[in-house]
């Protein structure tokens, strides 16, 4: 129930689940109605991790009511603007200094069986959006038996590399759509429902490595040495060496970009969400440079342009 007479209401926003948003305002002040069909979406996870994250420190919302029969909650407003909105070259140092600082919070109150594994079983089913959704669906391709033995040689380097790396809380979309600008404990964090337990590196990824908006690389590694300074003088179990930190930074992105290129093709193909597809190029330049940087990758950057250069010949265009 809202405060007051309710004044407005408006689409806050839609994510690329079954969840929406509404603005309600009253006369003197606005909140957020989550709207998380029961049938598609359970909202227990969303309340639990509100409560973690808002504990270690994060800035989340504030949960007013909850009608979890019906799937709605009333949370408090954090307003419109994105981070994706408010970067750009001035502001991009203090607004990613207060991500890696909110980052670092969460991290460190992490402890094992609080929140799912982020395990062997999860990390495949997520690789396997690739060869599913963007090389079959997509491009239209079927790899052949050899192309498949290199992709699963691929998969089992990357997944090795990926279960290795220390293990904190990890958000999962810790991203420029799902920060929002606040005037005070800035960011506020949203999007936080399918957080695990996880590899150190995977909420950097995804900042760092935006799908949304992209940097030059000498400015992601000024931010990451930053946030592997402060993570090492918080306690963090990052790795002693930088480099090897970079390395793991690195191949978890390849699993994350991997992922994420099966999960555009499926929002554009099955929930008719095309507007993903523009941000396809991007996540494949990532891919790409990180596959060219390790020997153990250089065959799996084979199979891109392999499929790719199929695609091509069948009339697809990326």
Same mark, same amino acid.
């Given at each position: 129930?809202?405060?007051?007479?309710?004044?407005?209401?408006? &689409?806050?926003?839609?994510?690329?689940?079954?969840?929406?948003?509404?603005?309600?305002? *009253?006369?003197?002040?606005?909140?957020?109605?989550?709207?998380?069909?029961?049938?598609?979406?359970?909202?227990?996870?969303?309340?639990?991790?509100?409560?973690?994250?808002?504990?270690? =420190?994060?800035? *989340?919302?504030?949960?007013?009511?909850?009608?979890?029969?019906?799937?709605?909650?009333?949370?408090?407003?954090?307003?419109?603007?994105?981070?994706?909105?408010?970067?750009?070259?001035?502001?991009?140092?203090?607004?990613?200094?207060?991500?890696? +600082?909110?980052?670092?919070?969460?991290?460190?109150?992490?402890?094992?069986?609080?929140?799912?594994?982020?395990?062997?079983?999860?990390?495949?089913?997520?690789?396997?959006?690739?060869?599913?959704?963007?090389?079959?669906?997509?491009?239209?391709?079927?790899?052949?038996?050899?192309?498949?033995? &290199?992709?699963?040689?691929?998969?089992? +380097?990357?997944?090795?590399?990926?279960?290795?790396?220390?293990?904190?809380?990890?958000?999962?979309?810790?991203?420029?759509?799902?920060?929002?600008?606040?005037?005070?404990?800035?960011?506020?964090?949203?999007?936080?429902?399918?957080?695990?337990?996880?590899?150190?590196?995977?909420?950097?990824?995804?900042?760092?490595?935006?799908?949304?908006?992209?940097?030059?690389?000498?400015?992601?590694?000024?931010?990451?040495?930053?946030?592997?300074?402060?993570?090492?003088?918080?306690?963090?179990? &990052?790795?002693?060496?930088? +480099?090897?930190?970079?390395?793991?930074?690195?191949?978890?992105?390849?699993?994350?970009?991997?992922?994420?290129?099966?999960?555009?093709?499926?929002?554009?193909?099955?929930? =008719?969400?095309?507007?993903?597809?523009?941000?396809?190029?991007?996540?494949?330049?990532?891919?790409?440079?990180?596959?060219?940087?390790?020997?153990?990758?250089?065959?799996?950057?084979?199979?891109?342009?392999?499929?790719?250069?199929?695609?091509?010949?069948?009339?697809?265009?990326?």
């Amino acid at each position: 129930m809202l405060p007051g007479p309710l004044a407005g209401l408006e &689409v806050a926003s839609a994510d690329a689940s079954f969840r929406r948003y509404f603005r309600a305002r *009253t006369a003197d002040a606005s909140y957020i109605v989550m709207d998380a069909p029961p049938e598609h979406e359970d909202c227990r996870p969303y309340l639990h991790i509100a409560r973690l994250f808002h504990a270690a =420190g994060a800035n *989340t919302p504030e949960i007013l009511a909850d009608n979890l029969a019906e799937g709605f909650l009333l949370l408090t407003d954090f307003g419109s603007t994105t981070y994706l909105m408010a970067l750009n070259d001035a502001t991009a140092d203090r607004l990613y200094r207060d991500a890696n +600082a909110a980052l670092v919070k969460i991290q460190a109150a992490g402890r094992p069986g609080e929140l799912p594994d982020y395990d062997e079983a999860l990390l495949r089913r997520e690789l396997m959006l690739f060869p599913d959704w963007y090389v079959a669906r997509h491009l239209g391709v079927e790899l052949t038996d050899r192309q498949k033995a &290199v992709m699963e040689a691929a998969f089992a +380097a990357i997944l090795a590399n990926n279960l290795a790396q220390p293990r904190v809380y990890v958000h999962r979309d810790w991203h420029s759509r799902n920060l929002m600008v606040t005037g005070q404990d800035n960011p506020g964090v949203l999007d936080f429902q399918d957080a695990v337990y996880g590899p150190i590196t995977y909420d950097l990824v995804s900042i760092y490595k935006d799908a949304y908006i992209g940097w030059d690389e000498e400015r992601v590694l000024d931010w990451l040495i930053r946030y592997w300074q402060d993570a090492r003088a918080a306690g963090l179990p &990052v790795r002693a060496d930088f +480099a090897d930190f970079y390395r793991d930074f690195e191949w978890m992105g390849v699993q994350r970009h991997i992922k994420v290129l099966g999960i555009f093709a499926r929002l554009c193909h099955r929930d =008719g969400k095309a507007g993903y597809l523009n941000d396809m190029p991007r996540v494949m330049h990532y891919l790409r440079r990180a596959c060219e940087r390790y020997g153990e990758l250089r065959p799996f950057l084979g199979l891109l342009d392999a499929v790719e250069g199929k695609a091509a010949e069948v009339g697809y265009t990326f």
